[in-house]
């Protein structure tokens, strides 16, 4: 059974378009993460849900939006998608007690053009 | 704020040889440490933890030991293999923040 699971894995869209990606875990934990890794392979974190709440939002340009249905679910929502938003973004989760250690998605490439 | 800085690579070494990848952190507090692995197109893999001064975290091989002294978790193999050929990347969470400070990565190579 997949832990941390993301789609779609690949995403091609031109500038200015809208997109969305979604995550699911079925680990039993209540926060959710969104990371993101540049062409350099650095990652940085942009989001963090606990129970539905956020309590990190780095600094991200507003047109990026998550969204949690539930404390299993966290999407991400991009609207006019520009040529530096291209990047591979990372779905994550783990428990809101004890060391934290996250578990990640497959991860979803998206291209813009 | 929390800092991770992890040696450069990328790191050439060849079968069954002795793997160190330093890494030294910054943080407030007592912050919980971390490796991670990333394979070629995967997500990331939680590979070793340590919670707290002088623990070590250990799997499939693979070791590293918080020292609070020198605010390090280096990473160690006796002997690598090509399989273990992926980024390796050093991490940090605190109680206060959760989400994870990451190094910048460290690629191995492991030639037959």
């Known amino acids: 059974d997949t832990a941390v699971s993301q789609t779609p894995k690949y995403l091609v869209t031109q500038m200015g378009n809208d997109k969305s990606i979604k995550c699911e875990q079925n680990?039993?934990?209540?926060?959710m993460y969104w990371y993101k890794q540049d062409s350099k392979k650095f990652l940085k974190i942009m989001f963090s849900?606990?129970?539905?709440?956020?309590?990190i939002n780095e600094t991200v340009p507003n047109r990026f939006s998550p969204k949690s249905p539930d404390k299993a679910h966290l999407n991400l929502h991009i609207n006019s998608l520009e040529l530096g938003d291209s990047a591979v973004y990372f779905c994550?989760?783990?428990?809101?007690?004890?060391?934290?250690?996250?578990?990640f998605g497959p991860g979803t490439r998206l291209t813009v053009t | 704020g929390n800092s991770v800085t992890q040696m450069e690579g990328p790191v050439t070494l060849s079968e069954e040889a002795f793997l160190t990848i330093n890494c030294t952190y910054t943080?407030?507090?007592?912050?919980?440490l971390f490796w991670y692995v990333q394979y070629p197109g995967e997500g990331l893999q939680l590979l070793l933890k340590?919670?707290?001064?002088?623990d070590k975290g250990s799997n499939k091989g693979f070791e590293a030991t918080y020292r609070k002294e020198t605010t390090s978790f280096h990473l160690e193999k006796g002997s690598v293999q090509v399989s273990d050929s992926a980024v390796y990347f050093c991490?940090?969470?605190?109680?206060?923040?959760?989400?994870?400070?990451f190094g910048s990565g460290t690629r191995l190579q492991v030639q037959p």
């Open positions: 340590a919670t707290k001064a002088d």
């Open positions: 849900y606990n129970n539905k709440e956020l309590i």
């Open positions: 680990l039993g934990h209540d926060t």
């Open positions: 991490a940090l969470t605190d109680t206060g923040r959760r989400a994870l400070t």
């Open positions: 994550a989760s783990s428990q809101a007690q004890g060391a934290y250690e996250q578990y």
């Open positions: 943080a407030t507090g007592y912050p919980s």
